[in-house]
């Protein structure tokens, strides 16, 4: 304060420069950080108190079951008082039985002319000229004014320097200002980014970075869960959902169509006019009735058919369900080949039941030729040596299951064809012709 | 030979015989003439490659067989032939193959049986599209297989009967398209349990090595059906095994899926007995030939 004094001149002399040149500026733009902890410090009975903003931190809920008990706020805080600016009243109050010898002004350090003016707050004195806002250096409009870390703002400034900004609005927040998600906010403005109802008195929750109320975020995290809402009561669907023309809802809201039992999630929606593709003339059956109406049921999923039935290994199937018991690919009207009561596509039934080519590796088309536990096409067959082409009436040697013709076989060295012999005779019904 | 090599670069003159020149030549521009995509050439008496001139330029080729002929060195530019699919150099006189060949794009067959091979180069397992490998009758052992061999996982068939192992190595089971294993006449002493990973395996020939026990993995594999062959004569199989293989070989597969047999394979194991003497005589073999 003493420093204030002794440095700062008169208003009129002062040079106008932009706010970022001042220390006083940038030391106060820091000390906001602290601001809260300050004024919670402060005496919040004393008459000067000038507590204009009511930071009240709201945390987020942590529990699902009950709502975090909110600080108390004080209301008083919320408002600044006028101060008394009568000589009378300093002459009443503070400083009764002081001389004007002893008595010098808070700001200048000088003392008093008798008959001056002497403005008397919370027991310092000041000079009139002397009693002005820190900042313009102007006197207080109405004699308002506000006080932090010992010096005293107007109105104006003191929103300037230090009113907090709404995270929403942008306007600076003046009386209870609500702290949460890292920024501050007008009670009016910190609104469940879901619904838009107010959080301010009922609490919120995070929610992947969005703020919310206890409501949305149920039903938020309900559909992460994999949960329906019901349609009709947009409650969470805890067991299994029944679904009637494109919504989901409880089953307990609808009753059979034919017998009027309260329906569960076994019920199955029919259409009422076959092929008719819109869903909105649906009714639902329980699954009684449903079985009794005769609608063909898939082999696969065991679910009714409603669209193209195929039919085949003495089942009905929904055409995407039959498929290749290899593969699982669809068969979509291709052909399939059939197999101890099970369906497989062309090459997989090819290549499990044995009619590849040995030589491309290909489904044979024409003619098979099939020996040494092998399969060719007709045009493939052909000595494993010199891949000379071989019909059925050229005789062959078999050589670890490759066919050998004459001529390579009789290439072959001498002690290899004498393995080969000794072999067959001690083991001939193994080696097939 | 440079003086050949020279020489072929101009035009094909004397240095070599003119009666084997003619021979390989006029199946070649034959070929040439008919854009015939198939070569056949076994039997031709070929020792090198040079007396085939312009062959790697024929670019069309899908299939090239060169089987019983003399060659020793295949040269590294053979797979300039990028659209051959089947390569038959059975029965030659081959001790190594260029590492190039695993690049061919499109080799889907390659036999290289009777040959002299002592080893594979380097890399050897890199071929893209391989289905069938036979390597029938050299000179092959674990010790000299390179080490992406078994990472050929579109191989169908893998012939390495008449060779040298003494194991299998048990990257066998990343094989998993295998149909057809021949590990026939081999010094093998056991096989690994991986080979109980080979599903589609339904060719398996063991017969004649040194062969006392079979992994009961091998239990997991459907060798007994009438799609399948399981050849394992002439080891010198356990008691029991014997004794079933006596009654057939569905017999040995349900012996094997037993718990008794999983016993006494466990104990057989823990007991690590000598391995069985080697009785295949090679010396006569003629891929040994020098």
Same mark, same amino acid.
């Given at each position: ?22 220390? $006083? ?186 703020? $919310? ?14 949960k329906h809402i019901c349609h009709q009561c947009h409650g969470i669907i805890d067991d299994k959902p029944l679904r009637f023309r494109g919504e989901v809802y409880h089953p307990y809201h609808f009753n059979c169509t034919a017998c009027g039992i309260e329906l569960n999630a076994d ?19 329980? $699954? ?23 039919t085949a290994l003495g089942k009905h199937w929904h055409v995407e369900h039959f498929v290749c018991a290899k593969c699982e690919k669809p068969f979509l009207g291709h052909r399939h080949y059939e197999k101890k009561g099970l369906a497989y596509c062309e090459t997989h039934y090819h ?83 | ?257 037993s718990e008794t047999y999983r016993y006494l394979y466990n104990r057989h194991l823990s007991a690590k007995g000598p391995p069985p003497p080697i009785e295949n005589d090679k010396s006569k073999k003629i891929s040994r030939a020098r």
């Amino acid at each position: 304060m003493a420093r204030n004094s002794d440095t700062l001149p008169f208003p009129t002399s002062i040079s106008i420069q932009s706010l970022d040149h001042s220390k $006083l500026y940038n030391r106060r733009a820091q000390s906001r950080e602290n601001l809260v902890e300050k004024e919670i410090t402060n005496d919040s009975n004393s008459n000067q108190s000038t507590f204009v903003y009511d930071y009240e931190e709201l945390a987020e809920w942590k529990g699902f079951d009950k709502p975090p008990k909110l600080p108390p706020r004080n209301f008083k805080n919320a408002y600044c008082d006028t101060n008394d600016l009568k000589k009378q009243t300093t002459n009443k109050t503070g400083v009764t039985g002081m001389s004007l010898d002893d008595m010098f002004c808070s700001r200048c350090r000088e003392g008093f002319e008798p008959h001056e003016k002497i403005v008397n707050s919370r027991g310092e004195l000041w000079h009139p000229q002397c009693f002005v806002c820190a900042q313009c250096f102007r006197p207080f409009p109405e004699g308002i004014f506000y006080e932090f870390e010992g010096r005293k703002y107007c109105e104006h400034d003191f929103h300037v320097l230090f009113a907090p900004c709404c995270g929403k609005c942008g306007e600076f927040v003046i009386g209870r200002v609500i702290k949460a998600m890292n920024a501050n906010w007008h009670p009016g403005c910190f609104r469940c980014e879901e619904c838009s109802g107010e959080l301010a008195e009922t609490g919120f929750m995070k929610c992947q970075g969005r703020a $919310l109320c206890h409501t949305c975020n149920a039903r938020i995290k309900a559909g992460a869960l994999g949960k329906h809402i019901c349609h009709q009561c947009h409650g969470i669907i805890d067991d299994k959902p029944l679904r009637f023309r494109g919504e989901v809802y409880h089953p307990y809201h609808f009753n059979c169509t034919a017998c009027g039992i309260e329906l569960n999630a076994d019920a199955r929606e029919v259409r009422s006019r076959p092929g008719f593709a819109a869903n909105e003339m649906n009714e639902l059956y329980c $699954l009684r009735c449903h079985d009794k109406m005769g609608i063909p049921i898939c082999g696969a999923c065991r679910r009714p058919i409603e669209e193209r039935v195929v039919t085949a290994l003495g089942k009905h199937w929904h055409v995407e369900h039959f498929v290749c018991a290899k593969c699982e690919k669809p068969f979509l009207g291709h052909r399939h080949y059939e197999k101890k009561g099970l369906a497989y596509c062309e090459t997989h039934y090819h290549q499990l039941f044995g009619n590849l080519c040995f030589v491309c590796n290909q489904v044979i088309a024409g003619d098979v030729f099939t020996a040494l536990n092998k399969a060719w096409c007709v045009h493939h067959f052909a000595c494993a040596f010199c891949d000379q082409k071989m019909n059925q009436k050229t005789k062959f040697f078999e050589f670890d299951l490759k066919p050998a013709c004459k001529k390579c076989y009789e290439k072959f060295p001498q002690e290899l064809k004498r393995r080969m012999r000794r072999m067959y005779d001690l083991n001939p019904k193994k080696i097939p012709a | 030979m440079t003086v050949c090599a020279r020489a072929m670069n101009q035009t094909p003159v004397s240095c070599i015989p003119n009666s084997r020149m003619s021979k390989a030549k006029k199946v070649i521009d034959e070929a040439r003439e008919n854009q015939n995509p198939e070569l056949d050439l076994a039997d031709k008496g070929i020792s090198t490659f040079e007396e085939m001139p312009g062959l790697l330029n024929m670019l069309q080729i899908t299939r090239l067989t060169l089987s019983h002929n003399k060659l020793q060195v295949v040269p590294p530019g053979l797979a300039n032939l990028i659209n051959l699919e089947i390569l038959n150099l059975f029965n030659n006189h081959i001790t190594e193959l260029p590492i190039s060949l695993s690049q061919m794009p499109k080799l889907r067959i390659l036999n290289v049986g009777m040959n002299r091979l002592d080893s594979l180069p380097r890399g050897f397992g890199a071929f893209p599209v391989l289905e069938v490998l036979d390597l029938t009758y050299n000179n092959l052992s674990e010790e000299n297989l390179p080490g992406n061999f078994f990472m050929m996982e579109t191989l169908r068939a893998l012939y390495l009967a008449d060779n040298d192992f003494e194991y299998l190595p048990p990257e066998i089971g990343q094989l998993k398209n295998l149909q057809i294993l021949v590990l026939r006449e081999n010094d093998l002493i056991e096989l690994p349990k991986e080979i109980g990973e080979l599903t589609r395996l339904r060719e398996l020939h063991i017969q004649g090595n040194r062969l006392t026990v079979l992994p009961p993995e091998i239990g997991n594999l459907d060798l007994v059906s009438n799609k399948a062959v399981f050849r394992m004569e002439f080891n010198p199989w356990v008691t029991p095994i014997g004794d079933q293989l006596q009654v057939g070989i569905s017999h040995v597969i349900d012996y094997i899926r037993s718990e008794t047999y999983r016993y006494l394979y466990n104990r057989h194991l823990s007991a690590k007995g000598p391995p069985p003497p080697i009785e295949n005589d090679k010396s006569k073999k003629i891929s040994r030939a020098r």
